[in-house]
């Protein structure tokens, strides 16, 4: 269980994190994501990645998109498209799809979805933003 401090301080993290992103300063945000790392660990600094990721999806999809093209070298890089797979594959089984028969995964994580199924999955997707971050999803996975 966490404590508020502990709450305040990964929310002043995330805060910060999307302030960087917003800059898109690859330099930047690699050495914010080291300094985290080193300081705070693997785990919370791919929670903090995650998070601010999320969290830009819902306003700012350009960030998002350039996030997922610009960052793959980073540590979190794996960490946040892992979680963005689990987010895609709950949504594919919330609009009706069939995990091994209208998609499924390889062993590097990817998604693998039937062309037929993608298309009529993100005509399906409810907003504007969650459409955005899906169809990226798909584009890296």
């Known amino acids: 269980m966490y404590d508020m401090k502990e709450v305040k301080i990964f929310n002043l993290n995330v805060a910060l ?28 600094t791919g929670d903090v990645f995650v998070t601010a990721l999320f969290m830009l999806s819902e306003t700012n999809s350009d960030i998002l998109i350039w996030i997922l093209k610009k960052l793959e070298n980073f540590k979190s890089y794996q960490s946040i498209i892992k979680i963005l797979n689990y987010y895609a594959t709950h949504k ?17 994580g990817q998604i693998l979805i039937k062309q037929k199924v993608k298309n009529a999955f993100l005509e399906n997707a409810y907003d504007p933003e969650d459409r955005t971050l899906l169809q990226q999803i798909l584009l890296v996975s």
Request: aromatic share 16%.
């Open 17 to 44: 994190l999307i302030e960087l992103l917003k800059l898109k300063n690859q330099k930047l945000v690699y050495f914010y994501e080291n300094n985290l790392h080193s300081v705070m660990g693997y785990d919370y």
């Open 92 to 108: 594919l089984v919330e609009q009706g799809f069939t995990p091994g028969k209208d998609f499924s995964a390889n062993s590097q």
